[in-house]
């Protein structure tokens, strides 16, 4: 019987391989129960495969994607001489929970909008889980890269199944929410919370969540020296939406609240030592010094505890400082990547 699965794994993945680079697939999970002891149903998981595996499936790599990104954004990155080099090799890239693509508030049948049940980073994770070995038959992992609430799934990935990976690459990261991090989640939070109240459209929210992130996503200087004076009416006309995006309000919220509960250390007392204990991949860790969106403190610090290779991008793109240093991020995870 066993031999009989492998058979179909191996199947799968050669039909995937021929017939499947990019394109958007889906998983169903069935009903898909939660941390909370409550269940998605009818949950599916969307991803795109890349490359091809190698004779002893050795090469697989898993990008989960950051705050409402998709798996189509991830593919950007993952090409020959890109972030992630799919010539070397096979590339899954998965859809979080709560993005619209996978099952979501935006695109749930029996659990809509309001209704669709409050998840964490870690239900993320396990389902990612159960799409890999139950439906993919992938036991073991080569690597896990993910950047912002994808590095957050990176993390919960090493301490919830740490055998299941030999490396791991979280960027612009951290393994905790910072202060910091907090304050300006819950001030999101609260900004959709309140015009709600107040009976405003969801248009008007985008627009004014938008302009407040990105107050945050890069630096004072970066927007002073790139935004000129006389074109900042444009600048800010370029926040108002035409209409509703992919990424509702409905879902920004479901993904915001699983990024404030996330917090890897609380289930080992708090305690970063003991968390640290758990992880048994090599390490790499990504930090931008000027992130106001992940502040950088925690992921130094944890760093030192796991003994990972840390590197800090040091530029005026804040958050969005690896797509800046896109050349030197490349050159840092393909070494990292192709250490043997």
Known sequence: MKRFHLLLAILFFTFSITFAQNVQ????????????????????????????????????????????????????????????????????????????????????????GRDFPEFTVLDMVNAQYELLTNHLGVKKLYAIIGGSMGSMQAFEWLVAYPDFMQKAIPYVCTPQRSTYDLLSMHTQLEIIETYKILGADDLLIHKTINMFR????????????????DEFENYLNSFNLDSLPFFTIDNFRSQLKAMIAYDIF?????????????????????????DHIVHPKISIEFAKHINAELHILDSDCGHLAVGCEMRKSIELVNNFLDDK
């Not at 289930?267 to 930090?287: F, L, P």
């Open 25 to 112: 697939l889906f998983a169903d999970l069935g009903d898909f129960e939660l941390e909370s002891g409550q269940k998605i149903i009818n949950c599916n998981i969307g991803y795109r495969l890349f490359g091809a595996f190698n004779h002893d499936s050795s090469n697989i790599i898993l990008y989960p994607t950051w705050f409402g990104g998709t798996s189509e954004h991830l593919s950007k990155l993952i090409s020959k001489g890109n972030l992630i080099d799919d010539s070397k090799y096979f590339v899954i890239a998965v859809d979080a929970l709560g993005n619209g693509v996978s099952s979501s508030p935006s695109n749930s049948i029996k659990q809509p």
């Open 214 to 229: 990105a107050l945050l996503a890069r630096t004072p200087d970066y927007i002073v020296n790139n935004v000129k004076r």
């Open 266 to 290: 609380s289930e080992y007392d708090g305690s970063m030592e003991k968390t640290a204990e758990r992880i048994k991949a090599d390490v790499m860790i990504i930090v931008a010094s000027t």
